[in-house]
């Protein structure tokens, strides 16, 4: 078990922490009315590229401080400012400070928080003493941002299948949770439209209750544009002491998680991969399935329109 937390956190990195601290105010010069420089900031923002593991061996120390303002002297009254610290993420992270406060999302490149004030520089309001900068604690949350999200329960093929229709490389093999961080894949259009597609790990029933890390992994589908879930033909269950599930329970089961997690992840649209069909039954099963579902949602759709309306629902999102 320690081998294999390591080796996600070496693969992976979804939330760090970082204490942070704004520069103390320069002193003033009471003789000249001279103010001292004011303290520098710290600032995060996002850019383009790049991930939490980066930044966390960027900031080694994980510790991020302003510089100091500059005194003031009979030969400069005012102080120089100190200099700001910028901490660059990847698009998708959220702020959060100590106590559980959103401070701010990044969801487009070249945004900036301000996360730690620098201290005003010593003055006649202040008895010329500078003035000590903000310093706590704020963690950075990633939440994957990408047209698709992959969702299902484990050994479902979310990784066969971004395998099969992408550039990405995730381990895949016949046993559940083979998926322990996510995976992220590209489709490249002849027309040059791409599409990426993050694989998230398995769910498991409970995920909105946290059972199984499953708030961890279900932050992830936020920012997704559209859902794809992806089930057995055959059902799933997690081991021989859990109960047996059909694949349209699974379907179920999935939605149900998705909605108690957070209601309006069920206004995302979705659409629903039934995999593992060279299985024995597989057709007639799938028949059952289709007659169900048909009958909860009061319409036929076809393999076509679901094709053109993916295209479309993400075309129209990313405007």
Do not use: W
């Not at 309001?125 to 949350?141: A, E, I, P, R």
């Not at 894949?185 to 791409?194: F, N, S």
């Not at 099963?285 to 309306?309: E, M």
């Amino acid at each position: 078990m320690h081998m294999t937390r390591k080796f996600l956190q070496g693969k992976f990195l979804d939330s760090l922490r970082l204490y942070v601290r704004g520069g103390t105010g320069g002193m003033g010069l009471p003789k000249y009315g001279g103010v001292g420089g004011k303290g520098g900031s710290v600032y995060v923002m996002a850019k383009e590229e790049g991930d939490l593991k980066s930044v966390s061996k960027k900031h080694s120390s994980k510790r991020v401080l302003a510089g100091h303002g500059g005194h003031s002297h009979k030969n400069r009254v005012l102080g120089c400012p100190g200099e700001d610290q910028y901490v660059e993420v990847p698009l998708g992270v959220t702020i959060i400070d100590e106590h559980g406060r959103v401070l701010g999302d990044l969801d487009k490149t070249g945004s900036s928080i301000l996360v730690a004030p620098g201290g005003p520089g010593g003055g006649p309001t202040n008895n010329f003493c500078g003035v000590k900068g903000q310093g706590h604690s704020v963690t950075l949350d990633l939440k994957l941002i990408a047209d698709i999200g992959l969702v299902g329960f484990p050994n479902a093929g979310k990784s066969s299948f971004l395998k099969a229709i992408s550039n990405a490389k995730p381990k895949v093999a016949s046993y559940p949770f083979t998926t322990i961080r996510p995976n992220i894949g590209v489709l490249q259009y002849p027309d040059y439209r791409q599409i990426t597609m993050a694989d998230l790990p398995g769910l498991i029933e409970g995920a909105h209750a946290n059972i199984g890390m499953g708030h961890k992994f279900l932050k992830h589908v936020e920012r997704t544009k559209m859902l794809l879930l992806i089930v057995d033909i055959g059902g799933f269950q997690l081991s021989p002491r859990h109960t047996p599930r059909s694949c349209l329970e699974t379907v179920l089961l999935l939605n149900k998680e998705l909605e108690l997690y957070k209601e309006d992840l069920l206004e995302k649209p979705a659409v629903l991969v039934v995999n593992k069909m060279d299985s024995e039954g597989a057709d007639e099963k799938l028949r059952a399935i289709q007659s169900h579902l048909k009958d909860l949602a009061g319409t036929d759709v076809t393999f076509d329109t679901v094709v053109i309306a993916v295209i479309n629902v993400i075309e129209t999102r990313r405007a």
